[in-house]
Structure formats: structure tokens, C-alpha cells
């Protein structure tokens, strides 16, 4: 059955609870029959019931299969933005070929003096670094940040410094998109971000908070 919704998810779920239920809870003794090996029936258990306790309603299935398609959907979003992000990439690197290709054979073909011709080529080549050098740089660092740090996937939950937890909506080859919780949408070039500190929270997994409280030395127990 092929989900395309987060609705079709959670009826999804409803039916995987409606054929392993027994007295009221998902019983895992169904799952573990119902599955060809004790590989898939522990990935199940991790999934609906990771700490034993025997207590898995439908609403926590439901739950539980609507999340992991939203984590393919992501995903599905991630691999489609960065094969833009390649062929953005190809064409950029077709485009300096082209550029460079056409230097030589104005080189090869130049009826002038040989050393003349070098020497504007040159000199245009030189002026030109100058100008796309932050460019070419930003470009670089932006490669670099997307596909060896790789930090966050579309979908994951991060922290920049001094900003508050933002999801990533999209991924390009130059910049970065994210959603507040309020609303807000902002973007930020990749090569800056590639010398931030990211706290990814998705990909952190289990987590804890910290309560810090006050209490008089003659409070009872």
C-alpha cells in the first residue's frame, strides 16, 4: 500500500494495532509470530514498545507509523534537493569548461604574436580571479558544508547560536532554509553556515531536561 499522506499513516497504523491487539494493548507476542525473523520482530519492538512495558495503545501506533513516514518523506525531500543541488553543480563546472576551452583555442588559433596573446589571457584570467575569487570560495565552502559535513537531512530540528530551535524546509547549493516555530522563514547562505556550531535534534535521539529547584533545609521529606 503506497502512503501519500500522514492521514493514510495513521489509518495505517490503526489497522497494524487492529490485527496485533489482544486485551486492550498491542501484543508482542502477535507481532513476534506474525514476522519470518527475530531481526524484523526486534526493529517492530524498538519501534512501538522500546522500553518492555507492555502498555502500546493505537493512539502510540498511530503515532509511531505517521512519524516514520514523515522521516521518508523528509528524506525523499533531502535526496530530491541535493540531485538539484548536483545538477545545479554540473552545470556550473560545464559552464567553466566551456569558458576555459574557449581560452585555449583562442590561444591555438590566434593568428597574433604568441607571447602577446599569452600575456591578455593571462591578464584576464588574473582580473577574473580577483573577481569571483569569494565566489568561487563561498561555492567551495557550500560543497564542502552540504555533502562531507552533511549535519542535517530536510525535516531535522536544529539549533543555531543564539537563535531558537528551527526545522530545515530546504536544501539548495547556496543557502539553506529554515522555519521558525512562530511562522518565520529564514535563509541562510550555506558558507556561513559551515562555521556554525549546529545542534542537530532530530539525530540526537534520546534526550533529558533538566529541573533545577529550591527547597528550605527544614522541609520534611
Not at 52 to 66: I, W, Y
Not at 112 to 129: H, I, K, M, N, W
Not at 140 to 150: D, I, R, T
Not at 183 to 205: C, D
Request: net charge negative.
Amino acid at each position: 500500500v503506497a502512503v501519500k499522506s500522514a492521514r493514510l499513516a495513521r489509518q495505517l497504523g490503526e489497522a497494524i494495532y487492529t490485527l496485533f491487539e489482544r486485551d486492550g494493548t498491542m501484543s508482542m507476542e502477535l507481532v513476534k509470530a506474525g514476522l519470518p525473523t527475530e531481526v524484523l520482530f526486534k526493529r517492530a519492538k524498538d519501534m512501538f514498545d522500546p522500553y518492555s512495558s507492555g502498555q502500546v495503545g493505537p493512539a502510540l501506533v498511530a503515532d509511531t507509523v505517521e512519524r516514520v513516514y514523515r522521516d521518508r518523506k523528509n528524506l525523499a525531500i533531502t535526496l530530491n534537493d541535493l540531485e538539484s543541488i548536483v545538477h545545479a553543480l554540473a552545470n556550473f563546472l560545464t559552464a567553466a569548461v566551456v569558458v576555459l576551452t574557449l581560452f585555449a583555442l583562442n590561444i591555438a588559433f590566434s593568428t597574433g604574436d604568441y607571447a602577446e596573446v599569452t600575456v591578455t589571457v593571462g591578464t584576464t584570467l588574473f582580473a577574473l580571479s580577483f573577481i569571483f575569487a569569494d565566489s568561487a570560495k563561498n561555492l567551495f565552502n557550500s560543497f564542502v558544508f552540504l555533502f562531507v559535513q552533511h549535519p542535517f537531512d530536510v525535516g531535522d530540528r536544529v539549533v543555531l547560536p543564539g537563535r531558537d530551535p528551527m526545522y530545515v524546509q530546504r536544501l539548495e547549493l547556496m543557502m539553506t532554509t529554515f522555519a521558525m516555530w512562530d511562522g518565520q522563514i529564514i535563509t541562510i547562505p550555506n558558507y556561513t553556515l559551515h562555521t556554525q556550531i549546529i545542534t542537530n535534534i532530530q539525530r540526537s535521539k534520546r534526550q533529558c531536561s533538566t529541573l533545577i529547584f529550591y527547597a528550605d533545609n527544614d522541609t520534611p521529606w
